[in-house]
């Protein structure tokens, strides 16, 4: 088992912000993907389209501006079984995200652009609370061949 | 034993300007940092400096627009025994870049943080080959409280 682990710091006074992003339908538009549905309550489905394809999260915990997990219900054939951690902690000025793509069966070449294209949307996150504009799919960063 | 992995796609009809930019002094101080000396031969070794602090890297192996080795001989604590490996191939209009950073010893949060860190500036790899402008140290994006 493999994991991507990210750490970004995001400008802001409290989590409170960061969490509103990570458990909300409109505040997950904001910075990963226009196309996002469903519930971000636990036990809820979040439903994230793109235009190379999609993935359904059920939300398995909550807890409030501290700590968000999802486990992959539908997706890439290589993310079924791998769980998404999201830590939240404040740190001066910043609200430190630690982030877990966990449990990959093989660190094969999709992983390497996963966690590339995970930084990207973590650097989306950030933008989105210090400035009020991130960069979600469809106008995402181009990182590769890949998109 | 933990390792980081990237894949970066940049647009350029050879591999041969990502492999300059990853084997020559003036190369890597336009993409990385701006504070870097030493020899990019097999056997030399190559002193990055930044404001935080500084990495020395052994070159251990060369084969021209394919794969470069680095040995940590200097730096981070967590780095000491740890190696770089850059693969690149072709794959149409783009220079794929597979980058490993292999061997850590634990998913400590400075291993989260190089993460995010190296995926910044492989977008700066990127940029440098694909516009001629590179954002390397001091100039680098601000990532988090750990810059």
Redo the contacts between chains.
């Keep these: 088992m493999?994991?991507?682990?990210?750490?970004?710091?995001?400008k802001t006074p409290t989590p409170e912000k960061v969490y509103h992003a990570l458990t909300t339908v409109e505040g997950l538009a904001a910075w990963w993907t226009d196309d996002t549905k469903g519930s971000g309550d636990v036990g809820g489905v979040l439903e994230f389209r793109f235009p190379s394809g999609g993935v359904d999260m059920e939300v398995t915990e909550l807890r409030p501006s501290e700590r968000v997990r999802w486990r992959v219900a539908d997706g890439p054939e290589e993310w079924i079984g791998t769980t998404i951690n999201w830590g939240l902690h404040q740190?001066?000025?910043?609200t430190?995200v630690?982030?877990?793509h966990e449990g990959w069966q093989e660190?094969v070449?999709f992983?390497?652009?996963c966690?590339?294209r995970w930084?990207?949307y973590?650097?989306s996150l950030?933008s989105l609370v210090e400035t009020g504009e991130g960069a979600p799919a469809p106008r995402d960063?181009e990182?590769?061949?890949?998109q």
């Design positions: 493999v994991d991507i682990l990210h750490r970004v710091g995001i740190s001066g000025d910043y430190i630690l982030f877990k660190p070449e992983m390497h652009h966690t590339t930084g990207s973590l650097m950030k960063v990182i590769s061949d890949w």
